[in-house]
């Protein structure tokens, strides 16, 4: 099975920069995927990573560490829209067609 | 629009009346499937399609049914419904094999009583 763990809750301030971590324990995964939600609203994908290192997307940037079991999501120039709930995911290895979503971290962006 | 469609987006229900939650998606996918979303658990995958009456469990099926009929539905079906059913579902859809992200819908939001 997967396991994903994810911090359940970071505050930062428009204009900073934060990090959401992904830490991850799997028999085996094709990528590492973010999605964003805000409140009420539907989970939409921001980025994927299918090998090892960073990928950028504008003011978001997704980085993973597949010998670390680890990933990150990187958000620029915070902006109050930036508000939601984000969550990272993993396809498994052996069917191609589960996924398997961390339990998500609500990012608060400060005035 | 391309769009993921969901009905109803609430529904308040009594245990045992069964209930189906309808997906639509305009988009010629071939890949759907259903989500459900409780507090601190994330998303977890319920059942999914590859195609036409193609379809497989995920990670919580329990209580389910689905049925892939015609390319763009993929209705979910809760015979008897129990409380612990209550829950805010998805219904998700994507080109087969792309690692690119799926299109969601906008939620239905479930409660059996």
């Known amino acids: 099975g997967q396991s994903l763990e994810q911090p359940s809750e970071v505050t930062a301030v428009e204009g900073a920069i934060v990090q959401i971590n992904c830490t991850y324990q799997?028999?085996?995964?094709?990528?590492l995927s973010w999605y964003q939600q805000h409140d009420g609203g539907a989970p939409t994908f921001l980025s994927y990573?299918?090998?090892?290192g960073l990928e950028e997307t504008g003011r978001f940037s997704s980085f993973l560490s597949r010998s670390d079991s680890y990933g990150y999501l990187l958000l620029q120039e915070l902006q109050m829209k930036d508000s939601a709930s984000y969550f990272c995911a993993v396809r498994d290895q052996y069917n191609f067609n589960k996924f398997y979503f961390g339990s998500g971290t609500k990012l608060n962006v400060k005035p | 629009e391309a769009q993921v469609t969901q009905n109803p987006r609430y529904l308040i229900t009594v245990t045992g009346k069964k209930l189906t939650v309808t997906c639509s998606q305009n988009m010629n996918h071939e890949y759907m499937s259903w989500y459900r979303q409780d507090p601190g658990l994330g998303l977890r995958q319920i059942y999914y399609s590859m195609n036409v009456e193609v379809t497989d469990k995920g990670d919580v099926p329990e209580g389910y049914k689905v049925s892939r009929k015609e390319k763009r539905n993929f209705p979910l079906i809760l015979e008897s419904p129990s409380p612990n059913q209550t829950s805010l579902y998805f219904c998700?859809?994507?080109?087969?094999?792309?690692?690119?992200?799926?299109?969601f819908g906008s939620g239905t939001r479930l409660t059996v009583v």
């Open positions: 990573n299918a090998l090892d």
């Open positions: 998700a859809s994507g080109l087969k094999g792309t690692n690119y992200g799926y299109t």
């Open positions: 799997t028999s085996g995964f094709y990528g």
